[in-house]
């Protein structure tokens, strides 16, 4: 982390291609003086002209296509979270369910796609990365069909388990599809795609509580959640149109449609080329290193130092995402603005709405700051953010409840709760833990931090009602606000800045000195040989 510091945009050769050790071509992998001379050398080489300029505007819009479709899945999983906080309270008068069953719908969604996410590494290297984003659709249309006509608890818990296991898939496979189609100079904002998606429906699903809630209390429930059907339907439109990872192509030797996929992604041939042939230098390390899956996921289980490094960031990140309480604040909503003295149903729900609009706003600023301000100063001021909201929430629901102002600092908090968590560590952390892991690693790494992030969903989920009987609600906000102040030491500890950076020099940010001493000498190396070129030819 000491030592490194960013090459500009990550422009010129070693763009973003993600791969998985240091390589001749990327630049700016070693220390300080060591690439920036490179830097200078590359950027007066490939100065910035205004045919490069057309070139990279419509490559853009191409790239951001293929990162929408992409993101698709993810509105699956907004929508879920979204209109559960309102059905909950029709099929609880529908289905005569308890608290406890109550709990165990809303939460298990989150423990099961664990499943889903912990296949999903495997199944993308398999089969993938395009053909797993249609596989997570497939499932989680498969398991919403079944809720929108379960007659039981029993049946409705049958396709929550389907649903979950769907959106397990769809949560990991996202951001790494994106980043390794992405360039280095947008791939923060593109990576947070997937996080816009979640917020957008996330105020779908409460937008079609409020919609939905005048109809008898046995179909209201059901219509709100038939409707998550209907992304599906894009989805596998999208499947005609965006390409395959063109690493994940370069892994099965399939070279001609990885460069067929580059030409359309990245700005000029010179740069396909030197793209390539980096991601085949990373996919040759990732086979002699990776003779078979059960050596990937030895090497995360028992890890070197970087390694370590990098999964204490990723899986850390991701962790804190979800135990600062953001499910609970969208899941419960209802009964948070319940307790703070908002009656009767419509009310409630329409008081979710604004919740949902907020964050929703808040993802495309996030979106526009995240590759001009910075992951680490977002997260900064995300997480301070949160920590204040949460204390101000526990506050006003212990000294000022059932009263005008309570309600009013009530939806007040609550939604700067969901602003601060949408600029910041909510789309950053699927930024970080798609981009800090080498290609050997990352659909196994990415999956082990969605494993993470879907855990600690599931555990605040199946127990936020029965932790605010014990200690009250305001109580449980206090507790997440001391988990919240926590994450903000955690960010500055362990989260390096990894903006501008290309994947390689990402990878030096977490190795030690003598591993980064390594990468130098690799690097002269290189140099050595560039200046030889022209002579023995």
Same mark, same amino acid.
């Given at each position: ?152 608890? =029993?049946?409705?818990?049958?396709? $929550?388990?389907?649903? #979950? +296991? &769907? *959106?397990?898939?769809? @949560?990991? /496979? ?41 109809? =008898?209390?046995?179909?209201?429930? $059901?219509?709100?959640? #038939? +409707? &998550? *059907?209907?992304?599906? @339907?894009? /989805? ?302």
């Amino acid at each position: 982390m000491v030592g490194v510091v960013a090459s500009g945009n990550g422009n010129g050769n070693g763009n973003g291609n993600g791969n998985g050790n240091g390589n001749g071509r990327g630049h700016g992998i070693g220390i300080k003086s060591a690439y920036t001379r490179m830097d200078s050398q590359i950027s007066n080489e490939d100065g910035v002209a205004p045919c490069h300029i057309k070139a990279n505007a419509a490559t853009s819009k191409y790239v951001i296509v293929c990162a929408v479709f992409a993101s698709l899945n993810s509105v699956l999983l907004g929508y879920d979270v979204g209109v559960m906080s309102g059905a909950i309270l029709f099929i609880q008068e529908d289905l005569k369910i308890t608290e406890v069953q109550e709990e165990v719908l809303i939460g298990c969604l989150s423990i099961i796609s664990l499943l889903g996410s912990l296949a999903g590494g495997r199944t993308s290297d398999a089969i993938g990365r395009k053909w797993t984003i249609a596989l997570a659709a497939f499932v989680f249309q498969t398991g919403a069909a079944v809720m929108v006509l379960a007659p039981s608890f =029993p049946v409705l818990m049958a396709g $929550r388990l389907l649903a #979950g +296991v &769907g *959106i397990g898939f769809g @949560v990991m /496979i996202a951001p790494v599809y994106i980043v390794e189609i992405s360039p280095a100079v947008a791939r923060g904002s593109l990576t947070s795609y997937p996080e816009i998606s979640i917020n957008l429906g996330i105020l779908l699903g409460y937008v079609s509580n409020y919609a939905f809630s005048g109809l =008898p209390k046995h179909i209201n429930w $059901r219509i709100m959640l #038939g +409707v &998550g *059907i209907v992304p599906s @339907v894009f /989805i596998g439109l999208a499947l005609f149109f965006i390409p395959e990872s063109p690493r994940w192509l370069v892994m099965q030797n399939r070279i001609e449609e990885a460069r067929s996929v580059l030409l359309k992604t990245n700005v000029s041939e010179r740069e396909v080329e030197d793209r390539l042939v980096e991601i085949k230098e990373a996919a040759g390390i990732a086979s002699a290193t990776s003779h078979e899956q059960k050596a990937v996921w030895r090497e995360l289980f028992c890890p070197s130092p970087s390694v370590r490094r990098m999964l204490i960031a990723g899986c850390g990140i991701q962790c804190f995402q979800q135990i600062t309480g953001i499910d609970a604040t969208v899941y419960y909503s209802p009964t948070i603005f319940k307790d703070a003295g908002i009656k009767g149903s419509a009310r409630l729900l329409a008081a979710t709405v604004a919740v949902g609009f907020t964050k929703t706003m808040f993802i495309l600023v996030a979106i526009f700051l995240i590759d001009r301000v910075g992951r680490k100063p977002l997260l900064y001021v995300s997480t301070i953010g949160m920590t204040t909201c949460l204390f101000g929430l526990g506050l006003t629901l212990s000294l000022l409840g059932n009263g005008p102002l309570g309600i009013k600092l009530a939806i007040l908090f609550v939604c700067g709760n969901v602003a601060f968590f949408s600029v910041g560590i909510g789309p950053i952390c699927w930024v970080l833990s798609s981009e800090i892991f080498p290609l050997r690693l990352r659909a196994q790494a990415s999956a082990l931090g969605a494993v993470g992030s879907r855990v600690s969903s599931g555990a605040i989920g199946m127990s936020f009602l029965s932790v605010s009987r014990a200690i009250t609600i305001a109580g449980t906000f206090f507790v997440f606000s001391g988990i919240s102040a926590l994450s903000v030491a955690f960010v500055y500890m362990c989260v390096p800045e990894t903006k501008g950076k290309n994947l390689e020099e990402i990878e030096m940010l977490f190795k030690n000195e003598k591993e980064r001493q390594g990468g130098e000498l690799e690097l002269r190396d290189v140099e050595h040989l560039v200046l030889k070129e022209p002579s023995s030819s």
